[in-house]
């Protein structure tokens, strides 16, 4: 598996609740956000993004939330699975021609 | 993964001996990424590409070269390896700045 988790935070939720991840971003200039999936052993899969002209955005049982005030994003994930267990981390893009940076992600351990 | 591949998946070389690592697409897409992971950090981007033979340095650029000769292909080599390179590699391509989608990586040691 990836050894990139080893030292990251972990979130540990029972399965059938809900989960709260949370990412704290550098650049009051950032004005697109991303939330990626990464498993054991496989590359990060994009989950949902959204725009600092947005507060709020949904998509299939997760929700992202961007605090700009506080330059905060969260991701909701309802209904938490054994699917979902994996390594969790934002992007952020410091402006128009800027490339994504990327954070260092939470791991999601989700009890049976 | 689907449309994207990475070759090889795990390598194991010495230093001081060059290494290519292989990233190959299907999608036509314009942009291709090479990514570094290591514990303790995010992922860290150490060249991209966006077109043929169009290419320039990422964050952590010292010690690798890309090559970028059709659209499919996106090279990275190791001039000649040191044990910091030791990492796991990602490819990703986009069709726009802000599209990324991630290959399966690849595990190379350096001893």
């Known amino acids: 598996g990836e050894s990139v988790g080893l030292h990251l935070p972990t979130l540990s939720v029972q399965e059938g609740d809900n989960s709260i991840i949370n990412c704290a971003y550098s650049?009051?200039?950032?004005?697109?956000f991303i939330w990626y999936k990464q498993e054991s052993g496989k590359g990060p899969q994009f989950i949902i993004d959204?725009?600092?002209?947005?507060d709020k955005r949904q998509g299939q049982r997760v929700t992202v939330l961007l605090n700009k005030t506080v330059k905060h994003l969260s991701l909701q994930i309802a209904a938490t699975q054994p699917g979902d267990s994996a390594v969790y981390f934002c992007?952020?893009?410091?402006?128009?021609?800027?490339?994504?940076?990327f954070g260092k992600g939470i791991t999601l351990s989700v009890r049976p | 993964d689907a449309g994207i591949t990475q070759s090889p998946r795990h390598k194991v070389t010495e230093t001081g001996t060059p290494v290519t690592l292989r990233c190959h697409q299907t999608?036509?897409?314009?942009?291709m990424y090479w990514y570094r992971q290591d514990p303790g950090h995010g992922l860290r981007l150490i060249h991209y590409?966006?077109?043929?033979?169009?290419?320039d340095k990422g964050e952590v650029s010292d010690g690798y070269s890309v090559s970028r000769s059709k659209t499919e292909d996106f090279l990275l080599t190791l001039e000649s390896a040191t044990s910091s390179q030791t990492s796991v590699y990602f490819c990703?391509?986009?069709?726009?700045?802000?599209?990324?989608?991630f290959g399966p990586g690849t595990r190379l040691t350096v001893l």
């Open positions: 992007a952020e893009r410091p402006g128009a021609n800027s490339k994504l940076t």
């Open positions: 650049n009051s200039a950032s004005d697109y």
């Open positions: 959204i725009r600092s002209n947005m």
């Open positions: 999608e036509n897409h314009r942009y």
């Open positions: 590409s966006y077109g043929v033979k169009d290419t």
């Open positions: 990703a391509i986009g069709s726009g700045p802000n599209e990324q989608f």
